[in-house]
């Protein structure tokens, strides 16, 4: 029989255990007295003879045989085989449980899809719960020691009433080997399909509603006797037996108190009884035996489930709910709540506390903030994620202008192209106007002028170089040296700017256009010496101070 306790630890408080040791029935003493007695007997019959019977030269052999047990035996691994084992068996226990078939579904289905107050009407709801019942006895029977004692035979069932004697014929004149508890869902699942046809049952999804409720039922049993068919692997079991009980046989000699003259290490005291040896096969073995009792939760141990009890309920609160409870309802009337907007039920003197405690309104809720931090902010004054540059990052542009040569020379022109949220890219050139000193585009430069076509003006592939103003300079057939112009001049005028292809310098009064940037040309001509009159058309000068020993900037970045 189960044994109940859960009220007796309702509440937890200092020593809410203790009443519940001095139990006995379903205790831990109850199943373990006879082993720790066995135990202890024979550990205190080899202390004894130790004493007072063996020679001396005995008892030196005795006790190297002691020491030697006593270093082995923790080679066991009690703890890691029992642990895993007992989890298997506690998991494996539960889910029986829930497996019980339990008929309270399937009653209230039959109750709310048999229609008929007739009496063919309650024939069809009784015969079909009793169906039911019928299919979890004789599962039970063949599980349970304590429901095959109650009915060991299948007269024994009729008799009982839950089978006729003409579905006894029916049922063993069906020959099959197998356990045949599924019968009695079969008769269920004709007779619902006939009372579909006399209109008991009204529509097909009442009838669906019936078979679904049938086959969880069903299922529930199929799933209790295949736990009983397969049960945990054995040679588990007999490992974790095996290696508890060589444990202790090791313990009853390893465990053993030697003689302190003897001078052998931890053994200077004799206390002559083991109590931590006497704790540890308590818990040991008693966990063992844990597993022993709800392996089989279908026997007849303290804590085995009640299933004669659960027949007996189960068959007494269907038949009441398909029977004398179909189409029974109590009057219809208001409730004492009916006006009440905010309805509370009352409570009594020992419960008021609770009416003081405040409801739980969420972990934030007594949370503050400052003032300040709950001002909503304008969404235009938030800078929000620009998209990330499919080319030369600018940082990697910063780190070659900040490690560039001295002022005046290419790298200072070059440290006048910083611009936020640019991008190089090799294949853009165009003019931007930047001050030279303060690096920034708020100057009077003015835009660049408008670059002729390459068919037209001084880029045209007839002309031999550029010509530009008296303060630009001019660009001449000869070498770079007579057509540079002076870089105090080039400087005030304007400088080269490496940008992306989509993005153009800013100036004094607006950025320019495609149109006005003209035509992106190579400048890659520019490394060469003297190399102006084999140099492709271009559309702006070369960059004061040029030093044809530099490499290409453009290139420079974007190998960095």
Excluded at 505 to 533: E, M, Y
Aim: proline content about 7%; glycine content about 6%; hydrophobic content about 40%.
């Amino acid at each position: 029989m189960t044994v109940t306790y859960t009220a007796r630890v309702a509440n937890a408080r200092f020593g809410g255990f203790y009443k519940l040791l001095l139990l006995w029935r379903g205790s831990i003493y109850k199943l373990l007295y006879k082993e720790f007695l066995a135990f202890f007997a024979t550990y205190l019959g080899l202390s004894l003879t130790y004493r007072f019977v063996l020679a001396e030269d005995q008892k030196r052999y005795f006790e190297k045989l002691v020491i030697y047990c006593n270093n082995y035996a923790n080679l066991i691994p009690v703890s890691f085989v029992l642990g895993f084992y007992v989890t298997l068996v506690v998991n494996r226990w539960w889910s029986q449980y829930t497996c019980m078939p339990m008929p309270d579904r399937l009653m209230c289905t039959i109750s709310g899809t048999v229609h008929g107050g007739d009496e063919r009407g309650r024939l069809y709801r009784r015969t079909l719960m009793r169906y039911g019942s019928l299919s979890a006895v004789l599962l039970l029977r063949s599980i349970s020691t304590a429901v095959f004692k109650r009915f060991p035979t299948i007269d024994h069932v009729v008799e009982a009433g839950f089978m006729t004697r003409e579905e006894r014929k029916k049922y063993e004149n069906l020959s099959s080997s197998y356990n045949k508890y599924w019968i009695p869902c079969v008769w269920f699942t004709n007779l619902a399909a006939q009372a579909r046809k006399e209109g008991r049952v009204r529509d097909n999804c009442a009838l669906k509603m019936l078979m679904e409720e049938l086959n969880h039922f069903r299922a529930n049993c199929s799933m209790l006797f295949h736990y009983d068919w397969i049960s945990v692997p054995l040679v588990y079991t007999q490992v974790v037996t095996i290696a508890v009980y060589s444990f202790f046989v090791a313990c009853l000699i390893g465990r053993q108190f030697l003689d302190p003259a003897q001078g052998y290490e931890g053994h200077d005291l004799d206390l002559c009884v083991p109590v931590f040896t006497l704790l540890q096969f308590f818990f040991y073995v008693g966990w063992l035996k844990v597993a022993e009792q709800l392996i089989n939760p279908f026997g007849e141990d303290d804590d085995d489930f009640e299933t004669n009890l659960l027949i007996d309920r189960n068959f007494q609160v269907s038949m009441m709910a398909v029977d004398e409870m179909y189409d029974d309802l109590p009057l219809l009337e208001k409730d004492r709540y009916w006006d009440a907007s905010n309805p509370r039920a009352p409570y009594t003197a020992a419960t008021v506390f609770l009416l003081h405690q405040p409801s739980f309104q969420g972990s934030t809720f007594d949370m503050t903030l400052p003032k300040e931090d709950m001002q909503f902010q304008p969404l235009e004054e938030i800078e929000e994620g620009l998209e990330p540059s499919r080319h030369v990052p600018l940082h990697l542009l910063n780190r070659l202008l900040s490690a560039g040569p001295a002022p005046g020379s290419f790298g200072r022109r070059l440290s006048l192209l910083r611009r936020k949220n640019s991008c190089v890219s090799e294949a853009s050139t165009s003019y931007s106007c930047l001050c030279q000193d303060t690096q920034s585009t708020d100057c009077s430069c003015g835009p660049p002028a408008r670059r002729p076509p390459l068919s037209e003006g001084p880029f045209a592939p007839e002309q031999r170089g550029w010509e530009g103003g008296e303060e630009a300079g001019h660009w001449a057939t000869g070498s770079h040296e007579e057509a540079l112009p002076e870089e105090s001049d080039l400087a005030q005028q304007s400088q080269v700017s490496l940008l992306h292809p989509d993005s153009a310098a800013p100036v004094a009064g607006g950025f320019p256009s495609p149109q006005d940037t003209g035509p992106l040309v190579d400048t890659s001509f520019l490394l060469q010496p003297g190399a102006a009159k084999e140099s492709p058309a271009r559309s702006s000068p070369p960059s004061a101070g040029y030093r044809p020993w530099l490499q290409n900037p453009i290139e420079e970045e974007t190998t960095a």
